[in-house]
Nanobody
Framework: QVQLVESGGGLVQAGGSLRLSCVASGRTFGMSTMGWFRQAPGKEREFVAA????????NYADSVKGRFTISRDNAKNTVYLQMNSLKPEDTAVYYC?????????????????WGQGTQVTVSS
């Protein structure tokens, strides 16, 4: 049974920072592409960032480039999303997801397992 558990969400003022964590179990984490996605109220879920199995390749949505950083610690089965210079439009539920082994992808359809999500609220 694959399980992904996100944490680190909360309420922050615009310009502030948060770091999200996602701990994975039940799968060979170190071989999987990992991704972060988000869904704002009334909107479809969208891609935020992805990182390949080794951490050597990353990709970001244009809206978060230069502000967010995805990283991973394979020894801890954990993927992180450091979010700086937060804006009110970053308000959403953030989900982590696990993708295929040894292929770097960032389409939602390629991710098989999803966490329950963590709420991030940015006040203006």
């Amino acid at each position: 049974q694959v399980q992904l558990v996100e944490s680190g969400g909360g309420l922050v003022q615009a310009g502030g920072s948060l770091r999200l964590s996602c701990v994975a179990s039940g799968r060979t984490f170190g071989m999987s592409t990992m991704g972060w996605f988000r869904q704002a109220p009334g909107k479809e879920r969208e891609f935020v960032a992805a990182i390949n199995w080794s951490g050597g390749n990353t990709n970001y949505a244009d809206s978060v480039k230069g502000r967010f950083t995805i990283s991973r610690d394979n020894a801890k089965n954990t993927v992180y999303l450091q979010m700086n210079s937060l804006k009110p439009e970053d308000t959403a539920v953030y989900y982590c997801a696990t993708g295929p082994y040894f292929r770097f992808v960032y389409s939602q359809d390629e991710f098989s397992y999803w966490g329950q999500g963590t709420q991030v609220t940015v006040s203006s």
